[in-house]
């Protein structure tokens, strides 16, 4: 049933790309859900490559094979932005913790946190 893989295709290209989306363009409020949403768009973005390419279908002893490889290419780069985006978002939100913990300080104790 090459129709099965096609959508199956389709919707993991499709919600890898909206989930992408979401998180690349319109930065979320804090940096741990940064993190967390790059890092749950990299399986995504596997399951879009891997059904991007040598999806096969059998009909009368004709194998028809279904494959993309511009669009596997895509997935993986997209899947390598979103490690990326994790490494960011986890550099971002140690900072963020890090100034949060340096105002909290005593002023005896204090260094000058960002200048």
């Keep these: 049933m090459p129709e099965t893989n096609l959508l199956m295709h389709l919707a993991a290209f499709g919600g890898a790309l909206w989930w992408t989306s979401k998180w690349l363009i319109a930065r979320p409020a804090s940096r741990w859900r940064y993190l967390l949403a790059s890092l749950v768009s990299v399986p995504l973005w596997i399951v879009a490559r891997y059904t991007a ?63």
Aim: glycine fraction near 12%.
């Design 53 to 115: 390419t040598r999806a096969g279908a059998g009909s009368s002893g004709v194998v028809i094979i279904y494959e993309s490889l511009p669009i596997a290419y895509f997935a993986f780069l997209m899947a390598f932005i979103s490690v990326v985006g994790a490494i960011l978002g986890l550099y971002l939100w140690t900072e963020e913790e890090a100034s949060d913990a340096a105002e909290e300080l005593p002023d005896g104790v204090r260094t000058n946190w960002g200048d």
